[in-house]
């Protein structure tokens, strides 16, 4: 262990739990700005007089700036430390929000949601990376994981009720507001509890022309993901996903031939971590069509208030913070790849049940055995991909490999929501239809995750 990195373990060890506290509060706005306005949207289409199709992208937007931007965000954190990096993220979060807030005006609110999700992609790989970095011991990160894993769980649900409280009983511009104080916080506290820790940064020159490929081409492929939904502009939509190949391409061209690449050649040393990330991003897919799917079930299958569907989440948020807490108990006995399995396997039967019951028209009460199953899968599933991918990561590409999981599970969400979309069908009452097919991306992650499993114990053993 380096000098530095003894430093940097000294400082974060005498407050772990508020450092945890901190950094889980954090993480907790931005996976609960990934769904806090969809039951706002009626009311925001209404006051600030949204068209049809541009109000999809007040969601949008901020997915395509957060997706895109993850991975430079990471190396920045690496490049020029993760507490520094934190801090200007958490800054321009806060002040998105803030700008959210006051709009008056479509396209206020939708350059103030751009600009929120570039916040949250400096802040997201630094959350992870500094997770990474201040638990090193095996159970220790398993525990901070499955934290991690019930906020940003938790926050995705908690974002659908709180809108539809916010929206109830206060006003719209309130779903921002509440951003501000938990920001103001974190600024005013994770400095001191880590003292030091910004002194931990490469010194290596960022490769920026590998930075703009990658940023450009994920940007694209996550604005043709989304836009496939809507299915108007057919045209555009193939075009953004063929550049974005292209963007990409030439990307990895660029990482072969640099003597500084942006991803460094050992961040995939690690055997398992490419499955794990693949696991994550189908297991992402099925969580964000799931939670889609089973909103507009919800509200335009069984005619619930936007209220009522926000609380209809309530078994949901307990089922996933069960699932975390078994994981959280189990990963470090049996490794995140057993765990990862089990996960999917329950989420997919999970979703089969969904499938079932939305198909016959069930009620509320049909729903709920496919709820907890699919809940448990995705409350244990998500912090134990995560643990997999960030097995073996050091001091010097922490940030980066934190930003590979947010990555690929904001790339995830992305296409389930475009599956979603092709699956509803024109009516938007293929509700059966699509949470087969959140099944399937289920069952598709449980096979890469026992590739995981397969590897671990190849390394395990030693055989190649």
Known sequence: MTSTSQEATQANTSRPRAVLTILCLTQLLLTLDDNVVNIALPTIQQDLGFSGPSLVWVINTYMLTFGGFLVLGGRLGDRYGLVRTFMVGTSVFAAASLFSGLAVEPWQLIAARALQGLGAALVAPAVLGLLTLVFSEP??????FAAWGATAVTGALAGLILSGLITEFVSWPWIFFINLPVAALALGLLPRLLRGVHTARGTQPLNWRGASLLTLGLALLVYALLSVEGGDRPLVTGGCAALSLV??????????????????????????RARALIAGVLLCAATFQGFLVLTLYLQNGLRWSPLMAGLGYVPFALGSLAGVKCGERVTVKFGAGRVLTAAC???????LLLAFAAAEGLSYVGLLPGILLF??????????ATTAAAQGADEQSSGVIASLVNSSQQLGGAVGLALSGIALGSSGQGFGTALTLTAVAAVL??????AV????????????
Do not use: H, I, M, Y
């Open 139 to 144: 159970a220790a990160r398993a525990k901070a």
């Open 247 to 272: 963007l990409l391409a030439g990307f990895v061209t660029d990482q072969r031939r640099s003597a500084n690449p942006l991803v460094a050649k050992g961040v995939f040393s690690a055997p398992a």
């Open 345 to 351: 396997a329950s989420a997919a039967v999970g979703a």
């Open 375 to 384: 809940s448990l899968g995705v409350g244990a599933g998500l912090p134990a």
């Open 445 to 450: 992650a449980c096979g890469w995750a026992a």
């Open 453 to 464: 499993v397969r590897r671990e114990r190849a390394v395990a053993t030693g055989t190649p």
